[in-house]
């Protein structure tokens, strides 16, 4: 137990490692060392919760049509809009778009109202973006959607395989428990175009082309085969398929020389890579977005799963292929039936007996009788006019989703929508027509479950903020309006469990391996104090189960796996004359999502603080473009700005971007403005790792940072901007192709006369701030494009004080106080400690991550900044013995 026996243990809401959580009203939050996901450890990004908490920015009252409203007003609203669409256009014509920010109490009850009650089968997630793919190869391959293994098998691996995961920034804590497994004999491959933190644990990283991870691994399968290194007997008793796999696979990838061709890899490192595999039975692969986020996601997946199945290595200590999920609660969701081609609790449309089951289980009055439309086709849906009402719930699919000019249309064009958030102002409320505030983290309570198939509790430990309300009670509020009361007349989450767990129990003989029969009759008191398990939890495994299938019996119909055959794909989105270079995208370290929650810690932006586009340095010199200049990608639907980065870990003819930031955040920097809406035609995922760009520089002829106070009226929007909440100001980059008009343009953005002004028209240099009483109230400084500007860390201070004098004001035109060292970008976030000072320690012979902690304390805390640390002792080194 942590130490502090009056904690609320609950789980952090950010990725899909599900980290244990203790929370002591007014302390910092601190990992719960009792949870098995992390015990005790927490990223960069959990341990700053309690930065994200308070009622700024959250959405306070339930809203229609702009005017505030109570709750009675609100649920009528909501149902009279899906009766209306439901009695004129049928109803088909009510669409409902999740989250896996949900909780399973709250996914559960939406899906039961739209599916079994509403009679809609349109109700799909923002899951969908992120692992339907694994999804779908899990149904194909094993017969239901399961992860086999466990985490414990990421550190007893012999031979651990990463397949499009960036898991040091994505999944930080899962990576340090697979750095802390480290020993003599254990080997760990990487699998990405990219080069990154991650690629600090790899043995062997394979840079492949991008999309080409199907062709691997049909490589691998035909090179196990002509080495005699199957499961000959696995196969013969457990798998069907098996010849056809061969055949597809010998047929796209014959030899080596084929793979490495295909996959523009060295022979010798893919020979290597099938070795290691070949000879380790104890062999993990773990897969993610990389391999998810692409028109052909579902094959490389089952390319993936078919080597395991061949070597026999599915759901055995150290030896499973593992599907690792990006959101909180993307497996609660797809345990519900949240994807729109589920039904729910593992049950399909596709099978009678299972929609009769749903339906005799909710007695419904009018079940939806096929699957329904996903993500991309749902906005399509909205677009041409078919879906009347869209109901959001936790999520903003006008930043997130692809071809995003058009969903913003869709939104802007449908009759009713309805968006439940607990954030007021996201790029997706804006086109609300009812707003319906829902608890946030801290606040509500249920469950939530990991990527091993954890189900935890998150619990609440404050109390609701303005009029905010649980989803799924807002959900039975609704339902009760439009008649179906008896059906939703729960009073607390453990009644929502209760019944999802009688769902998964009913008429299940166990040839459903969701199943949580040992829940069904839970009372509240055991419900409070449920500690993590992973499903199963029924008669045979009361405990619950680590693993699944390690008896080679699945849970197709005939009990055994099956192998696909793949045709590996090309990413659809191919670079042309008009837009030659390909764009990835993904997550940073310190933030997560649309940054609606990390977004409020200011520590969490030290690490990055603005848009930016990764280059290879030849691309850069080859287009006459110079890192820190501000870049554009155009694409044929929207335009990305960002500061461009040399980084010769890009391959070149790629760039990387981040899917963060929107527009509370920046002018043009959405990364799914340049994704085309291709998906994958199994899955539905769309291709978000492969779009095409033209790259070159933004034109600009000045720049500008403007810091003022939060709210400050006078901020005018120049051509690029982007800005960052810090503690006490507001942080703007600004730039443009005017001509400035200094003095003007200054009383704009400070509102007001400055008292204190420099300008030197010449040099095109200008600073001007103004002040109330001794309070700093903003503060302006403009440069020519090509001048780097001060740190301004010490200038966002004096925002805290109230007693600036003479000599302070002149520092702050200055940007700094001279006495205080620069200490360039933050690398470590928890304890503030700079690139210059870390460069400074290693000079001085700090020469390991551990030394610099002794001497810096970075690295110390979450750990998040390990990679980081690595990588600059490295190029340090390397420019200390080129000096
Ligand atoms: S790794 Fe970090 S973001 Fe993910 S669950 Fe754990 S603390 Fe939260």
Redesign the pocket.
Known sequence: MNDKAQATCTT?P??G???GVAVTAGDPVQGDTTHPA?YGR??V??SSLHETLGDSGRLLHPRVRGRRTDWSQAVQSVAGAIREAVAQHGPGSVGFYLSGQLLTEDYYAANKLAKGFIGTPHVDTNSRLCMSSAVAAHKRAFGADVVPGCYEDLEIADLLVLVGSNAAWN????FQRMQAAARDGRRVVVVDPRQTATSDLADLHLSLRPGSDAALFNGLLTWLADRDALDQDYITAHCDGFDDALAAARHSAPDVEAVADACDLPVDDVVRFFNWFADTPRTVTVFSQGVNQSSSGTDKGNAIINCHLATGRVGKPGASPFSITGQPNAMGGREVGGLANTLAAHMDYQNDADRDRVQRFWRSPGLADGPGYKAVDLFDAVHRGEIKVLWIMATNPAVSLPDNARVREALASCPTVIVSDCVAETDTTAYADILLPAMGWGEKDGTVTNSERRISRQRAFLPPTGEARPDWWIISEVARELGYGDAFSYTAPVDVFREHAALSAFENQGHRPFDLTGFKDMNSENYDGLAPIQWPVNQRYPQGRSRIFDDGRFATPNGRAQFIAITPDQPVQQPDRDYPMVVNSGRIRDQWHTMTRTGRAARLWQHRAEPFIDVHPQDLERLGLKAGQLGRLDGARGTFVGRLQAVPEQRPGEVFIPIHWNRQYAGHALASDLMAAVVDPVSGQPESKHGVARLSAAPVRWRARLLCRPGHTGVWRAEHWSRVPLDGCESWWLAGEDKADWPDWASRWLGGQPQVEMHDAGAGRYRAARFHQGQLLAVLMAEPAESPFPDLGWLATCFERDDLAAADRRAILAGRDADLPDIGPVICSCFQIGQKQIEAAIGDGSDSPEALGRQLKCGTNCGSCMPELRKLIETTQIAMEAE
């Open positions: 952090c950010y990725c490692v599900g980290c992390n927490l990223c990004k959990g999944h930080p804590i899962l």
